[in-house]
């Protein structure tokens, strides 16, 4: 017989299941019937046993799966047995690794010590490999070094001439600010006026050679003489400018303007530069033609060749330090015919002239006063012109 809750096998006429515990007199099937018949009896044939009393049939699987259950467990049991014990003979065999030696050209080396330099080793060749493949791969956000460099008329841009460039461009600071201390000992002097006043002097022309070569090269001391405002020589500053868009700055003195005056212009004195490793002046203002920097870092040169003569040029400057014209307008009333005319020109083609009458008021105009000419079409040409290059005023000039 079986025990009709756990399904355990028990011997016929016992009263409780050894297995599970369960009295079985409760369970007990009348005489003359039979339950769960396999005789192939039909349903109404067969005796119904109570919800909660499983056949035989039941009783037996369920005791099957009960099995099957802690055959498993025993199964996992003895893997993960089988697991430790494989764990600990690996780290048994790792650590008499590490505490043998070697024989390296009769030298005992332990064997741990190799295992280390060998990882460096390794380390040291994946991090090659990565920061070359990091190095070659171009950056998303940085511009491709075969993409032109902006306004450089497609000149490219790699790491290499950028640093030399900056090389370069920090020599020509340093020769620089070795012309502006120059000017400075003669601005800072005990009587710049005087100084001025001596050394401009003819005499005294080589002797400000020996002592102030880049100074006395530009018009320094042509201009600002004791003859001219005082204000002129308090009020020169200098200023550094990429001015010919070589990568490489220039310096710029100038006179800023007079005290009191409601204008930010003033006369460049001169512009030095640095070239073929030295220092020197490639630009400087004469007393009748002097010198303004434009936005467009042209020049402005106003000239005066006579009462009614005048002219405006703008220059650019070349990377070899020459100036090249681009622009011209003038004004002139000693034509032979006695007109007076305006001519624009640019870069040696003449693009308008005008013509008209003289007049006494335009004759008795005096070189610096140009009042006589306002109103004349010529004039109004030249205004048109000059108009169309403003001054520069965005530099950080710098006072001596």
């Not at 936005?295 to 400057?317: C, P, Q, T, Y």
Request: aromatic share 4%; glycine share 8%; net charge negative.
């Amino acid at each position: 017989m079986f025990c009709p809750n756990c399904g355990e096998e028990l011997k016929d006429g016992a009263r409780f299941c050894t297995g599970c515990g369960t009295e079985l007199a409760r369970y007990a099937i009348p005489k003359g019937t039979q339950a769960n018949r396999s005789d192939g009896a039909t349903a109404s044939e067969r005796t119904t046993l109570p919800d909660d009393v499983a056949t035989p049939d039941e009783n037996s699987s369920r005791k099957n799966e009960r099995d099957d259950v802690t055959a498993a467990e025993v199964t996992r049991g003895d893997d993960e047995d089988d697991a430790r014990k494989d764990g600990k003979a690996r780290k048994a065999g790792i650590s008499a690794l590490l505490a043998s030696t070697v024989q390296l050209a009769g030298v005992a080396v332990p064997a741990f010590a190799l295992v280390m330099v060998g990882a460096v080793a390794v380390a040291a060749i994946v991090g090659a490999i990565v920061w070359g493949v990091s190095a070659n791969r171009p950056s998303e956000e940085a511009p491709s070094q075969e993409q032109p460099v902006e306004g450089g008329a497609g000149q490219t841009e790699n790491t290499h001439e950028e640093s030399e460039q900056e090389r370069i461009n920090r020599e020509a600071h340093a020769a620089l600010n070795g012309i502006v201390e120059e000017y400075r000992q003669v601005l800072q002097s005990e009587n710049p006026a005087e100084l001025l006043s001596s050394l401009s002097a003819a005499e005294h022309r080589q002797q400000a050679s020996a002592e102030y070569p880049h100074v006395a090269a530009s018009s320094f001391f042509e201009i600002l003489n004791p003859t001219s405002d005082t204000s002129d020589l308090e009020n020169v500053r200098y200023a550094f400018a990429d001015l010919d868009d070589d990568g490489t700055d220039e310096l710029v003195i100038e006179t800023g303007p007079r005290k009191g005056s409601p204008s930010t212009i003033g006369t460049v004195l001169a512009v030095h530069d640095f070239r073929n490793g030295t220092a020197e002046t490639v630009l400087s203002s004469t007393y009748r033609d002097r010198y303004t920097l434009c936005e467009d870092n042209a020049f402005e040169e106003a000239g005066i060749d006579g009462a009614i003569m005048r002219n405006w040029s703008f220059h650019k400057l070349n990377s070899d330090g020459t100036l090249t014209e681009i622009e011209r307008v003038s004004i002139n009333g000693m034509s032979p015919n006695g007109d007076l005319r305006g001519s624009h020109t640019v870069r040696g083609e003449v693009v308008e002239e005008t013509s008209e009458p003289m007049t006494r008021e335009i004759a008795s105009t005096s070189m610096i006063d140009t009042s006589g000419l306002m109103g004349t079409k010529a004039m109004e040409l030249a205004e048109k012109v000059i108009s169309s290059h403003p001054a520069r005023t965005d530099l950080d000039w710098q006072k001596f």
